[in-house]
């Protein structure tokens, strides 16, 4: 079965600090890794989508690596500012027909003191 | 904007009742899906279905039940079955390879009282 782990669980960095978070996986027959930002009591945003077949995604001051290989994917947040602040998920899906189930890591839990 | 809506935001269930989150999407997915977010567990499936009339359990099904009548809407009835309903719910959907990612909605919290 598929484990998703995330570490660290939490984190706390000064404004304008580059930072990584980082994910493993179990198993690496995947399709694809997605990052998500969680804020207190919201819904999840998505951030980046990698496919099994990339090695990184970028959106801004984002950046999203995978090592399927290895089992392994990071983000990358570059100067990072206190609306960073909120809990970091990934997930991933599975591959293979009629996958639909995303296996999803504990988060990280950022914050950005100003 | 397309997008996927969930209502109430904070719902309020009695002992021994029967409730109903819902969940609406007009991004024209076919797969939508619920989870369940305890503090310090993660997210996990309850329930999601690839196409209308058809669904799947996921790993904590006992004491919640769905339907999909409309590619549109995936309702999650919450039973009196289920003993530990306190949680937060979020919806999600996806087109049915999956190739673009999921997206979710804002969630419902659910409270007994």
């Known amino acids: 079965k598929q484990e998703v782990t995330q570490i660290p669980a939490a984190l706390s960095v000064p404004e304008g600090e580059n930072l990584v978070l980082n994910c493993s996986f179990t198993?690496?027959?995947?399709?694809?890794l997605q990052w998500f930002r969680q804020d207190p009591g919201k819904g999840l945003t998505s951030l980046l989508l990698?496919?099994?077949?990339?090695r990184e995604q970028t959106s801004g001051r984002l950046n999203a690596s995978l090592d399927k290989s290895s089992g392994r994917s990071t983000l990358y947040i570059a100067a990072s500012q206190p609306g960073d602040s909120a809990t970091y998920l990934c997930a991933v899906t599975p591959s293979g027909a009629g996958s639909y189930q995303l296996t999803f890591g504990k988060g990280t839990k950022l914050s950005v003191i100003p | 904007d397309g997008g996927i809506t969930q209502s109430p935001k904070y719902l309020f269930r009695k002992e021994g009742q029967n409730v109903t989150l819902s969940c609406e999407q007009n991004l024209n997915h076919d797969a939508m899906y619920w989870y369940r977010q305890d503090p310090g567990q993660g997210l996990r499936l309850i329930y999601y279905s690839q196409i209308v009339n058809d669904f799947q359990k996921g790993d904590i099904a006992e004491g919640y039940s769905v339907s999909r009548e409309k590619k549109e809407s995936f309702p999650l009835t919450v039973t009196s079955a289920q003993k530990n309903p306190t949680a937060f719910y979020l919806c999600a959907s996806s087109l049915t390879l999956t190739e673009y990612g999921y997206t979710f909605g804002s969630g419902t919290r659910l409270t007994v009282v």
């Open positions: 198993d690496s027959a995947i399709y694809n």
């Open positions: 990698i496919q099994s077949s990339q």
